[in-house]
């Protein structure tokens, strides 16, 4: 029942304390009682206080001096700061029709904390989706700002008991080291009252103190009520917060049957010391508090460790920047500050803050902080250079292309709490029969309860107990959580960033590899070994050239940025455009689109431009780019790239596991076999438009599930319907958004690393799923006859839990 709210002088309004208008007042009901309001904004802002239980802003605010009163509480102030523009884009990513934002939640502690956020949350209008991960105490929010305000977001999830603020990697310490002292005090206390009382335990149960008579034995009853009542009241209180929201959101966690245990043993125990008759199990109590404390506190350790990795990168970028002004002096700012296409000095040895363009001719970088990679990459004009890199040897220029929420590092961030966010099927199957065994173990101990009645009643209480506590799940709940965080931070200091957490229960089925071969199995670095002109009396080498540049200026194919590169160095650009507009055509290559065909070219793939000339044969064979108008094929260009390093000992590492593997590509045989030679690859299917890929795919699929590594505009297709998609961070933007896996390091050796470290994570998940389903099959029998006592089952159960948290904390060495 709610408090009785404290009157206000007659003729005031009840929220804002000014004078009530003569007409129109507003009577409304809060907390059961009937107030009077002097218009409908007091009446909203009423409304809202009461639906997020802050309605001791009315019972402890001063009605002194009615001027002061302020008109909203301290927590909807705080909240609706956030709602500011400015502030929105330094927390938050745009999307097409509205903003992304990762929020950092207190006090969640189980899947019951996730579902009740995720169900009140859902009732709001204007959000586009909400993933609760109660491993990493965050929610991830869509939502239109034009249809619902963040405050609101927070407010609702402020009215469920908890606390949520826009997650902060620079705040992430901070937090948990108040989540790490809350456990130490809670786990000091119950550590040391544990031991006062099981000395004394140890000496009734075992006889030393039989020749006292029974006023000392009660005594020491008395002892042992005062060290464990701050146990129960201090040390075992997060059990109860949880046991109450998973009540509230109708999903009983395992925290109910221990709540119901501490909570009963606690009380008959109390009550045995009190009237000096039947037994005492404090110690089973305590024992009971400190074991599931330690399992709380490692496990909150393991979360710490798993997520500290990515985010303590962000801390480590710099916070102010270099910018250049106009007449080429540099003024010092924050890096919040900067905006797109502002030119910035970073000095030799010094963190790159943003995502910029690099403007110097070339530069090393150190990339280790995204990739673990310590040797030097070298970089290239107009280059893309990654906030976290290192110029260790030079001073370098860049232009801004993406800074706070939008730059790679941060998306990392975002990456990773996505993919712990999704829980593999075996995660969740796993967590889904924790909760229904937390309601089958309820019966069961009232069940026993019932026999053990008849059986012995002096007995059925204790046993009862015994069943409760001895039978919790709380091993089962671990099991998968723990090691999908701990494979997650394993991959992720690799430069691995896994987006579907359901990869790890797949690798196992993924016994064929589809592999793309430009920009995969090699670099897609490429460079200009030799060229021919087909034309020399029509068209001279420059005209070539310059018509090469120009067809090139907007595509992203893996060979365009190197021809328009061989283009700028050999020929002039041209006062206008040849041509303004040019369209694409995805695994066939660029063409103009002039309404004359005297004006038309191709520039692209041999089948393509023979689709105009049929008996056209190369002069080169290894020739992979021509250009043709519809008269003549005018030029011809041969490439060459490099084997991404690595690759070769991946490919045989993978052969040697038993996985088949399997070239797609879009070039033609004569270049693709070659390769395929060299890593000893022996299934080649090249020419492969996008459709022909996706027929392969589903060829391979008929057989088991599939692997596919790709990174280009055309393998995005296959990426989405394959069982597990890979790709490089420096992939099309269409294979980075189907991939289930990104590789930050762009070494071959991130596959195998990749599925080395899945195939394990699944391994642990059997062992602690079987470990936890053995440990309550083998136990509840002993429990329910009565071979069990409470501070027996406590030590059990505790054990139980603690061998599966061990088991996945290999994962992180």
């Given at each position: ?52 239980n802050l309605l001791h802003f009315y019972q402890f605010r001063d009605t002194s001096n009615p001027l002061q009163v302020p008109l909203l509480p301290e927590e909807l102030q705080e909240l609706k700061a956030y709602d500011d523009e400015r502030l929105q884009e330094q927390l938050s990513h745009a999307m097409d029709d509205g903003r992304e934002i990762t929020l950092s939640v207190e006090g969640m502690t189980c899947s019951a904390c996730a579902w009740l956020i995720e169900r009140e949350l859902e009732h709001l209008s204007g959000l586009y989706s909400v993933r609760v991960n109660a491993t990493t105490e965050r929610v991830t929010v869509q939502w239109s700002p034009e249809r619902v305000q963040l405050s609101e977001i927070l407010q609702t999830i402020a009215g469920l008991g908890y606390r949520a603020l826009p997650f902060q990697a620079a705040q992430q310490e901070s937090d948990f080291k108040k989540r790490r002292r809350y456990f130490v005090n809670r786990l000091g206390v119950a550590g040391l009252a544990t031991m006062q009382v099981m000395m004394i335990a140890i000496a009734l149960y075992f006889g030393v103190v039989s020749d006292l008579d029974d006023s000392l034995r009660q005594f020491m009853w008395w002892i042992s ?589």
């Open positions: 029942m709610s408090k009785q709210l404290p009157a206000v002088p007659v003729g005031l309004c009840y929220h804002c304390l000014q004078s009530l208008p003569q007409d129109g007042v507003i009577t409304h009901s809060l907390a059961g009682q009937t107030v009077e309001l002097c218009c409908y904004g007091c009446q909203a802002v009423a409304s809202t206080i009461e639906e997020h009520l005062f060290f464990a009542t701050p146990v129960l009241l201090y040390s075992a209180q997060p059990f109860y917060l949880s046991a109450l929201r998973s009540i509230q959101a109708r999903q009983p966690n395992m925290d109910v049957p221990v709540s119901l245990a501490l909570l009963g043993a606690y009380g008959a125990s109390a009550y045995a010391t009190v009237t000096n008759q039947g037994e005492v199990y404090f110690e089973s109590v305590s024992m009971f508090t400190f074991f599931l404390l330690a399992g709380r506190y490692l496990e909150l350790l393991a979360k710490q460790k798993a997520m500290s990795h990515a985010a303590n990168l962000i801390k480590l970028l710099p916070a102010i920047a270099n910018r250049e002004r106009a007449n080429g002096t540099y003024e010092t700012i924050p890096v919040h500050q900067l905006a797109l296409g502002d030119v910035i000095q970073i000095p030799a040895g010094n963190t790159i803050p943003v995502d910029g363009e690099l403007l110097d001719e070339t530069a090393q970088v150190n990339e280790s902080l995204l990739t673990g990679e310590s040797r030097l990459q070298t970089k290239s004009t107009h280059e893309v250079m990654l906030a976290g890199s290192i110029p260790p040897l030079q001073s370098i220029r860049i232009r801004v292309t993406a800074s706070q929420q939008q730059t790679v590092l941060a998306s990392i961030i975002a990456l990773q709490d996505t993919a712990l966010s999704r829980k593999p099927k075996l995660a969740a199957t796993a967590e889904a029969l924790a909760n229904k065994f937390v309601i089958r173990l309820l019966v069961l101990a009232g069940a026993t309860f019932f026999a053990w009645s008849f059986i012995d009643p002096q007995q059925a209480f204790w046993i009862t107990l015994a069943v409760l506590v001895a039978t919790c799940p709380c091993a089962l709940a671990l099991a998968a959580p723990t090691a999908v965080t701990g494979a997650i931070h394993r991959l992720n200091r690799a430069g691995i960033i896994v987006r579907n957490a359901d990869v790890f229960t797949r690798v196992e089925e993924a016994k064929t590899l589809l592999i793309d071969k430009t920009g995969t199995l090699t670099t897609g670095h490429f460079r200009v070994v030799n060229w021919h002109n087909h034309q020399p009396t029509v068209y001279s080498d420059t005209e070539i050239q310059q018509c090469i540049r120009e067809l090139e200026r907007d595509a992203v194919h893996p060979y365009a940025h190197c021809l328009k590169q061989w283009a700028i160095e050999h020929a002039q650009a041209s006062g206008e455009r040849l041509w303004q507009r040019l369209e694409q055509v995805h695994g066939a290559g660029v063409c103009t689109s002039a309404a004359q065909p005297e004006h038309c070219y191709r520039l692209g793939s041999l089948s393509w431009i023979q689709e105009w000339h049929p008996d056209f044969v190369p002069m080169h064979p290894h020739s992979q780019v021509f250009l043709a108008n519809q008269q003549a094929v005018l030029a011809e260009v041969e490439l060459q790239d490099e084997l991404r390093p690595e690759i070769e000992s991946t490919i045989a590492a993978l052969k040697a596991s038993g996985v088949q593997v399997v070239m797609l590509t879009g070039d033609r045989d004569v270049y693709a076999q070659p390769v395929a030679n060299r890593l000893g690859i022996d299934i080649v299917h090249a020419q492969c438009m996008p459709a022909d890929k996706l027929r392969w795919l589903e060829h391979y699929q008929s057989q088991g599930a599939v692997m596919m590594i790709g990174d280009g505009l055309n393998d995005g297709p296959v990426l989405a319907q394959a069982d597990i998609a890979i790709t490089f961070s420096q992939a099309a933007d269409l294979a980075r958004i189907a991939a289930d896996v990104i590789l930050i390091n762009q070494s071959g050796d991130g596959i195998s690393t990749f599925r080395t470290t899945a195939l394990r994570c699944r391994s642990i998940m059997n062992q602690n799923i079987r470990w936890a389903l053995l440990y309550n099959v083998i136990i509840i029998p002993v429990a329910v006859a009565g071979f069990l006592t409470p501070y027996m089952a406590a030590i059990g159960m505790s054990a139980s839990s603690l061998l599966v948290l061990l088991n996945s904390l290999r994962l992180y060495r």
